[in-house]
């Protein structure tokens, strides 16, 4: 089974703080993706990864960063954190079959529950 | 970027009775995919479809891609407590590089009352 983990399940930061929000995933996958869902609007994409040390805007980049330094590991930034980022957030992967294009599903983590103080 | 309509955003069942919804889009999709989120957890994969036509099972759920490439439904027969959760459709446009890239539809809130 595949298995996307997130670092905390709850986090509790203050407005201005550096916050980082960690995903590792085992099964090998080359794409991760961070989403934020707040009720009302669903799923909405941060940022993707289809590589290493490659990225992608999604929707809805404004205040985050990310980063990729290894296969498994997909970190999510607010560099500096303010109320309206108070939301839960979602990573994801994916198998990627060719040089551009994927139609494999997303496996998704338990998400984070971040709160901005 | 794609956009996709979801229906209902919410149910109110009574144990035991079929639930149906629907999500459309306003292009071809080459893959439809339910997914289900359990209170305070991640979304969890249901059914997967990739083929126009194509109707697939996982026990008392039922997903059909549409013949027109831009719908899809999911059925649920004999609701009990534990479909109470948001399911949401998502999917992959038919053209252009996509980088894995999901589309989601807003998700619809069922509730089961016993």
């Known amino acids: 089974d595949v298995k996307v983990t997130q670092s905390s399940r709850y986090l509790v930061k203050r407005t201005g703080e550096k916050v980082f929000l960690e995903c590792v995933q085992d099964m090998d996958h080359e794409n991760m993706f961070w989403y934020r869902q707040d009720p009302g609007l669903g799923l909405r994409l941060i940022y993707f990864?289809?590589?290493?040390?490659?990225?992608e805007k999604g929707d809805i980049p404004e205040g985050y960063s990310v980063s990729r330094e290894k296969k498994e590991r997909f970190s999510l930034i607010l560099e500096s954190a303010s109320t309206n980022q108070t939301s839960m957030y979602l990573c994801?992967?994916?198998?990627?079959?060719?040089?551009?294009?994927?139609?494999?599903?997303?496996?998704f983590g338990d998400g984070t529950r971040l709160s901005i103080l | 970027g794609q956009q996709l309509n979801q229906s209902p955003q919410s149910m109110f069942i009574q144990e035991g009775e079929d639930v149906s919804m629907n999500c459309t889009s306003s292009s071809i999709f080459n893959t439809w995919l339910w997914y289900k989120q359990d209170p305070g957890e991640g979304p969890v994969l249901l059914i997967a479809?990739?083929?126009?036509?194509e109707l697939t099972s996982n026990g008392r759920l039922t997903a059909q891609f549409g013949i027109t490439r831009k719908d899809s439904f999911l059925n649920i027969s004999a609701s009990i407590p534990s479909d109470v959760g948001i399911y949401f459709c998502a999917g992959h446009p038919d053209r252009g590089s996509t980088l894995g890239r999901l589309y989601f539809g807003r998700g619809t809130q069922l509730t089961v009352w016993p």
């Open positions: 990864s289809y590589d290493v040390k490659m990225k």
């Open positions: 479809l990739y083929k126009a036509g």
């Open positions: 994801a992967s994916s198998f990627r079959l060719g040089a551009k294009y994927s139609n494999q599903p997303q496996h």
